[in-house]
Nanobody, 115 residues
Framework: QVRLVESGGGLVQAGESLRLSCAAS????????MGWYRQAPGKQRELLAT???????NYADSVKGRFTISRDNAKNAVYLQMNSLKPEDTGLYYC?????????WGQGTQVTVSS
């Protein structure tokens, strides 16, 4: 059974940084592409960043140049470094496989960026 636990969110001011972490249990992690998703208030969940098992990354235009995804296969962890945060980055952040699996959604971690 796969379990994903996100952490690292918080309340920050615009321009500041946060680093999110996702701890994965189960056997999918090493061979799976992983991603960070965001659920903003009143909006659909969107995929922000992906990283393959070979560490090839890709980003949504809205975060490109500001966010960096990384993974540590030895620790079964994936990270999201978020710099130059904007109020529109506010939302609940989740990690999941890419494409996502419904049964993998965790509780997420809340990021709130004040102006």
């Amino acid at each position: 059974q796969v379990r994903l636990v996100e952490s690292g969110g918080g309340l920050v001011q615009a321009g500041e940084s946060l680093r999110l972490s996702c701890a994965a249990s189960g056997t999918i992690f090493v061979t799976s592409a992983m991603g960070w998703y965001r659920q903003a208030p009143g909006k659909q969940r969107e995929l922000l960043a992906t990283i393959t098992s070979r560490r090839i990354s890709n980003y949504a235009d809205s975060v490109k140049g500001r966010f960096t995804i990384s993974r540590d296969n030895a620790k079964n962890a994936v990270y999201l470094q978020m710099n130059s945060l904007k109020p529109e980055d506010t939302g609940l952040y989740y990690c999941n496989a890419v494409p996502f699996r419904d049964e993998y959604w965790g509780q997420g971690t809340q990021v709130t960026v004040s102006s």
